[in-house]
């Protein structure tokens, strides 16, 4: 094993074993991973096409969904190339600082994911508790500004990760049990104390993910008042309606994401390490591969405008349901 420099014990590389114990069928996993990958980038590329050049869809309700697919391809090429290297061509090297850099970049992918998420609850908030002032509370210049403010706020809390794993003797190995580098699969394989880096991750994921659902859930609470108060049946389906797709990607998002971030904490001798790494690979997945399609389907005028475009020039009054 050799090292960057010996006084303080810095890997030169990290040995990324894949999925330990299912090494067998590492090509077999293989295939629904990048079946799953394909289908996040068509569907999100394809998304961020549609709702840039619809002008019917330049409006905060559908720049949002944009602002997320664009996140969830981020995200999700972090650590997919890299994963199916490792299961294809046995490619498990990664370079220290590399390693590093993917840490840092799927921690801040997947705290700008959380903060869309809690953007778009706001937008809803907005859109049907204050409907006649919508447009001018959500103009252009506040969402790009949010945008920003989200995606520099989980690269600010990010970034001592890097400092804090660097820090860390790796005396005992530089085999690290994932597809990809996170930071306390990282820090685990440390001879050192890693209680500063559990603090620090658990103070992140507080300062991230329990603020953006206290956020959405506030949202969503002043939103089934406003909803419940209305007194049309049809108003209030119609106001409620507009807020499906939105409860599906948080679903998507957060329920991989919860079962990820406690047993990674507090089942690691009861869950076999295989379930670990399959559900951290699924959470960082399954919301790119589904929030298109459930956008597509569940969004009336997205749906639409999907339609036209694959129907273009014929008719498709008959294809419209």
């Not at 953007?119 to 509370?137: E, G, K, Q, S």
Request: with cysteine; aromatic share 12%; glycine share 6%.
């Amino acid at each position: 094993m050799s090292f960057l420099n010996d006084t303080s014990l810095i890997p030169a590389s990290f040995i990324l074993n894949g999925i330990p114990g299912l090494e067998e069928v590492h090509l077999w996993i293989s295939f629904p991973l990048c079946t799953m990958y394909s289908i996040a980038i068509t569907g999100n590329f394809g998304l961020m096409y549609l709702i840039y050049s619809e002008e019917a869809l330049h409006r905060p309700m559908y720049i949002f969904p944009a602002l997320l697919s664009f996140t969830d391809v981020l995200m999700c090429t972090s650590t997919l190339p890299n994963t199916l290297c490792i299961l294809w061509f046995n490619l498990k090297e990664i370079d220290f600082n590399a390693c590093l850099s993917q840490m840092f970049f799927v921690h801040t992918f997947t705290g700008m994911e959380s903060g869309v998420l809690m953007l778009m609850a706001l937008d809803r908030f907005v859109a049907i508790c204050y409907p006649l002032h919508y447009a001018t509370i959500l103009t252009n210049s506040v969402i790009a500004k949010a945008g920003l403010i989200t995606f520099l706020r989980g690269v600010m809390l990010v970034i001592p990760f890097t400092f804090l794993t660097k820090r860390l003797p790796y005396c005992g190995g530089n085999v690290i049990p994932h597809t990809y580098c996170d930071h306390m699969s990282v820090a685990k394989i440390s001879c050192g104390n890693v209680k500063v880096n559990a603090v620090y991750g658990l103070m992140v994921a507080l300062l991230i993910g329990g603020f953006d659902i206290l956020c959405i859930t506030i949202s969503y609470t002043m939103i089934l008042r406003a909803v419940v108060s209305l007194s049309s049946a049809d108003a209030r389906q119609k106001a409620f309606s507009t807020c499906t797709a939105h409860i599906c990607a948080i679903v998507i998002t957060y329920v991989p994401a919860f079962f990820t971030f406690f047993t990674h904490r507090f089942g690691g001798h009861t869950i076999p390490p295989h379930i670990h790494i399959i559900m951290a690979n699924l959470y960082l997945l399954m919301p790119p591969t589904m929030n298109p399609i459930v956008y597509g389907v569940k969004t009336k005028q997205i749906r639409e405008c999907v339609i036209r475009f694959l129907f273009k020039g014929k008719d498709i009054s008959s294809h419209n349901i």
